[in-house]
């Protein structure tokens, strides 16, 4: 399912940082219901930065996040409570098992074993126990089941064994496919292009390229020397 409808949410000409230092300057992107959109760049371009403006979570300094249409500054409790979903790193509470923070995540079990099978055998498990690849399968779970209207994703596959990141991808596109709109931070920039409609380019705090994953492959390694540069952090497995 691609781009059907208006956008969830949309940067226009927006500036943010912190301080008074800009990070992000005269930034426009959007994302629509059913697709899945990347946000690549190198360590420090600002990738965090964008899904904290857009979250709610840092105001920005100029131009305008419209979530939902609106122009109004939403705080992220109440872009969460209307369907926003923020994933950032290991989002689990660590001291409870991975029921309990279901439980605490208003999902149920069955549709979270229903997304991840795998943590079946893990539901009296602490999540601070919890592998990686788990702890994030939890993570998505919890945010996934409660079928938000947009998912903001930063580097859910971060350190994670290659079939792990497969299978967290497969299940973001699954939910897009399903209606959901993704705007996900990858390092593992060939694996990310598998699954997404188009692609943002990031490089310090401006888009510097965008496109379909079948251009950017055309040019990728141009792509990733000249734009993505910082390669020990680029995983192109
Ligand atoms: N809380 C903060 N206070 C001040 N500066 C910050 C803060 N968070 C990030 N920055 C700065 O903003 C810039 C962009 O950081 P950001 O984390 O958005 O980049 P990124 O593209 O996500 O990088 P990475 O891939 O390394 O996570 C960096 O120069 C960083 O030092």
Redesign the pocket.
């Given at each position: 399912m691609h781009d059907t409808g208006q956008p969830l949410i949309e940067a226009r000409a927006l500036s943010a940082?912190?301080?008074t230092?800009p990070?992000l300057r005269d930034l426009d992107l959007e994302v629509r219901p059913g697709e899945v959109v990347a946000l690549l760049?190198?360590?420090?371009?600002?990738?965090?930065?964008?899904l904290?403006v857009l979250s709610g979570e840092l105001a920005p300094m100029s131009g305008e996040v419209r979530w939902l249409g609106g122009t109004g500054q939403a705080p992220l409790h109440r872009r969460a409570r209307e369907g926003l979903a923020y994933v950032g790193e290991r989002a689990v509470f660590t001291r409870l098992d991975t029921a309990d923070n279901l439980r605490v995540g208003r999902v149920t079990t069955d549709q979270a074993l229903a997304l991840f099978p795998e943590l079946e055998k893990r539901l009296r498990t602490g999540a601070g126990m919890l592998s990686g690849g788990e702890q994030q399968m939890l993570s998505l779970a919890r945010a996934l089941c409660r079928t938000p209207k947009l998912l903001l994703a930063?580097?859910l596959s971060l350190g994670l064994a290659p079939l792990v990141v497969d299978r967290l991808l497969r299940a973001v596109r699954e939910a897009a496919d399903r209606g959901l709109g993704a705007l996900l931070?990858e390092?593992h920039v060939r694996k990310v292009l598998d699954i997404a409609d188009r692609v943002y380019v990031?490089r310090r705090?401006r888009i510097v390229m965008t496109g379909t994953p079948k251009e950017l492959r055309a040019n990728l390694d141009e792509i990733e020397s000249s734009y993505l540069a910082h390669k020990a952090?680029v995983t192109t497995d």
């Open positions: 940082g912190y301080g230092v990070v760049g190198p360590n420090g371009a600002g990738k965090s930065t964008t904290r930063d580097e931070v390092q990031l705090g952090t």
